[in-house]
């Protein structure tokens, strides 16, 4: 099975100069707790957490300011098994997923679970992040 087959293609993203608050909006209105960042031909920059925006002080910040910017990521065609594998390393509960450098979905550990054969990967997930400093998405 491939990244493709289970992430999400209705991704909101924002462009860099954007405020926290309409980021803040987003995430209530389409209950995320990551936007990623873009650039107008849809480059991936960045994403934004809540977490970004409390731990950063970012309330009245602009994205630019407070987004992380070394973003791990996967492709449409990466096998699942090995993009699972990835958020466990890297202690992270979603991956933007990117083609040509442009954002085309996001996959997230809901995604996974709604897989019953990803239980093994959750849970190898699900530790890392509590065990590990995570990069914050």
């Known amino acids: 099975m491939l990244v493709k087959d289970l992430m999400t293609t209705a ?8 405020p926290a608050a309409a980021v803040i909006k ?9 936007v990623p ?3 107008i031909q849809g480059h991936l ?3 934004i957490t809540d977490r ?14 407070i987004m992380s910017r070394n973003v791990v ?10 993009a699972a594998l990835k958020m466990s390393k890297f202690g992270v509960r979603r991956l ?13 550990l809901k995604d996974l679970a709604g897989k019953r054969i990803f239980t093994a990967e959750i849970g190898h997930i699900i530790y890392n992040i509590c065990n590990k400093k995570p990069q914050h998405y």
């Not at 990521?73 to 090995?82: E, G, L, N, R, V």
């Not at 933007?96 to 997230?108: A, C, D, H, R, Y």
């Open 52 to 65: 970004d925006i409390l731990i950063r002080d970012g309330l009245d910040k602009n994205v630019d300011e």
């Open 37 to 39: 960042v873009c650039d």
């Open 73 to 82: 990521c996967a492709a449409p065609k990466d096998d699942i098994h090995d």
């Open 96 to 108: 933007p997923v990117v083609e040509n450098e442009k954002l085309t979905g996001m996959l997230s």
């Open 45 to 47: 920059l960045g994403v």
């Open 11 to 18: 991704v909101t993203s924002v462009p860099p100069g954007s």
């Open 26 to 34: 987003i995430m209530r209105s389409e209950d995320v707790g990551i």
